[in-house]
Nanobody, 125 residues
Framework: QVQLVESGGGLLQAGGSLRLSCAAS????????MGWFRQAPGKEREFVAA????????YYTDSVKGRFTISRDNAKNTVSLQMNTLKIEDTAVYYC??????????????????WGQGTQVTVSS
């Protein structure tokens, strides 16, 4: 069993930066694929970014490429999402997820076994 806790969300103006963190307990994340998803009001939860445990390859949805960076610290059992040049449309609850299924693609919810409770990010004009 894995417990994931996100932190770092908040309210900020467009163009600003924010760093989200996801801390895990109960099981090491060193062999898990990790992902960040987000859900805006009235919308489906969507993929944002992911990082493979093997090789550390990273993946991003098109709308955040060049602005967001996912990273992991296996020694600290954490995963982070650095978000720069934030836009109003980035407003959402952000969730981290851990997957031990070894799926080839990480942009779907089915690739993950455990989810955090989410942290709110609100970007204003």
């Amino acid at each position: 069993q894995v417990q994931l806790v996100e932190s770092g969300g908040g309210l900020l103006q467009a163009g600003g930066s924010l760093r989200l963190s996801c801390a895990a307990s109960g099981r090491t994340l060193s062999r898990s694929d990790m992902g960040w998803f987000r859900q805006a009001p009235g919308k489906e939860r969507e993929f944002v970014a992911a990082i493979k445990w093997a090789g550390g390859n990273t993946y991003y949805t098109d709308s955040v490429k060049g602005r967001f960076t996912i990273s992991r610290d296996n020694a600290k059992n954490t995963v982070s999402l650095q978000m720069n040049t934030l836009k109003i449309e980035d407003t959402a609850v952000y969730y981290c997820a851990a997957g031990y299924r070894g799926q080839r693609t990480l942009d779907t919810r089915s690739a993950y076994d455990y989810w955090g409770q989410g942290t709110q990010v609100t970007v204003s004009s």
